[in-house]
């Protein structure tokens, strides 16, 4: 079993759409929580950061963190499709060594 | 003013070959970093430098070997290429190794060994 599960996909949202993409993991002591956005062919690039549980808003992004159930969030509103890309999750349980998901192709149509 | 950049961009070579991967940042970060992506878009950590320092180095095969000449440059060279080691490439950089420092990620070096 991979540390982190993610839903690789793809998904396919009309332009406007709430998005919500999620990642379980499974070693309780990771504490640092990240969403990183890559577009096709470029280098993935931090979106949301959140350190332990809670909620944490930018913009149009939305990142939750339920420690309890080892279960995070990425909510997108009203998308757009330059929100098309692929969402990897990470975290880590000590600075440097992140654990990545496998990542959700996200499309979003005009 | 790219931040952390990679030669080549693209790399394709006969198996059994050696091949060197070069890196460099200019954000003045203390901590780089060697990641593999596969086919399928998954990303794993293959080695982390921290001032010139290895700190992590990941269950990969002794025919990959880093190293930093400075703290701006990190290569990653690889002996003996093997069909599996076709993968994207991905140099990345952070200010430290507290857990809240952004790793900024390079644009990659696509690598097909035929």
């Known amino acids: 079993q991979k540390e982190v599960e993610q839903d690789p996909g793809p998904l396919s949202v009309p332009e406007g759409a709430i998005v919500s993409l999620n990642c379980t993991y499974s070693?309780?002591?990771?504490?640092?929580f990240m969403w990183y956005r890559q577009y096709s062919r470029k280098g993935p690039e931090l979106l949301m950061y959140?350190?332990?549980?809670g909620n944490k808003e930018d913009g149009r992004f939305t990142a939750q963190v339920d420690k309890s159930s080892k279960y995070i969030s990425l909510f997108i509103r009203d998308s757009q499709p330059s929100d098309s890309a692929t969402y990897l999750c990470?975290?880590?349980?000590?600075?440097?060594?992140?654990?990545f998901g496998q990542g959700t192709e996200l499309s979003v149509k005009p | 003013d790219t931040a952390v950049s990679q030669t080549p961009k693209y790399l394709v070579t006969q198996m059994g070959n050696d091949k060197s991967i070069k890196c460099e940042q200019n954000?003045?970060?203390?901590?780089m970093y060697w990641y593999k992506q596969d086919s399928k878009k998954f990303l794993k950590i293959m080695f982390s430098y921290n001032n010139k320092e290895l700190i992590i180095n990941e269950t990969v095969p002794n025919r990959f070997s880093p190293k930093s000449p400075d703290k701006a440059h990190l290569n990653l060279h690889i002996n003996s290429l093997e069909l599996g080691d076709s993968a994207v490439y991905f140099c990345a950089s952070s200010p430290g190794l507290a857990g809240e420092d952004t790793q900024y990620f390079g644009p990659g070096t696509r690598l097909t060994v035929l």
């Open positions: 959140t350190y332990s549980s």
């Open positions: 070693n309780s002591a990771f504490q640092y």
């Open positions: 990470a975290m880590s349980a000590w600075g440097g060594k992140l654990i």
């Open positions: 954000l003045g970060h203390d901590t």
